[in-house]
Antibody, heavy 117, light 112 residues
């Protein structure tokens, strides 16, 4: 079965960077894009962007103004999301998601990133 | 402020039916498929409805989706206490070159 397993919780300081990993299994990794969605405590879902796992092309939400980078390692079936210059409002649960056509069929378990001052 | 608009909360008794609305515009719901997700407390969201009204094989037929114009609706019949969760609608928005994936703000379902 499809599984997306993310790296563990992180505690960072303001201005730091964080890199979250998402290891895929149960399907052909390069056949589907990986998207990233975050959820601040008690808030709704927010799309961050995505990576074409076959080509490495990426697109991110303009909200992050170039602070986020998506990469992948096809030999390890793993996608990564790096967020730089962390702010307190970046405290959130970060999810990797496998999209098929227009819908998110599989989600990682989430990685909690806490930004402290 | 979410691009798609959902009611913050809905409630109904066990066994009853509830609907959750999702309102958008011509650039998202009006021209792209809608999907719905259930998020139980402390867990990742789960796909309930894709392409406006289709259910993944594991989702029971008491869950339904529909769309008309720039609005979509999720329906749940035979409510169970296990249905208490947050529900989100989602759709792609914009032209092919600047498409973004947008969500509703979420609706908390309470089964009284």
């Amino acid at each position: 079965q499809v599984q997306l397993v993310q790296s563990g919780a992180e505690v960072k300081k303001r201005g730091d960077s964080v890199k979250v990993s998402c290891k895929a299994s149960g399907y052909s990794f390069t056949n589907f894009p990986i998207h990233w969605v975050r959820q601040a405590p008690g808030q709704g879902l927010e799309w961050m962007g995505w990576i074409n796992t076959a080509t490495g092309d990426t697109r991110d939400s303009q909200k992050f103004q170039g602070r986020v980078t998506f990469t992948r390692d096809t030999s390890a079936n793993t996608a990564y999301m790096e967020l730089r210059n962390l702010r307190s409002e970046d405290t959130a649960m970060y999810f990797c998601v496998r999209l098929y056509y227009t819908s998110a069929w599989d989600w990682g378990q989430g990685t909690l990133v806490t930004v402290s001052s | 402020q979410s691009v798609l608009t959902q009611p913050p909360s809905v409630s109904a008794a066990p066994g009853q039916k509830v609907t959750i609305s999702c309102s958008g515009s011509s650039s998202n719901i009006g021209s792209n498929a809608v999907s719905w997700y259930q998020q139980l407390p402390g867990t990742a969201p789960k796909l309930l409805i894709y392409e406006d009204n289709k259910r993944p094989s594991a989702i029971p037929d008491r869950i339904s989706g529909s769309k008309s114009g720039t609005s979509a609706t999720l329906g749940i019949t035979g409510l169970q206490t296990g249905d208490e969760a947050d529900y989100y609608c989602a759709a792609w928005d914009g032209s092919l070159s600047v498409r973004v994936w947008v969500f509703g703000g979420g609706t908390k379902l309470t089964v009284l």
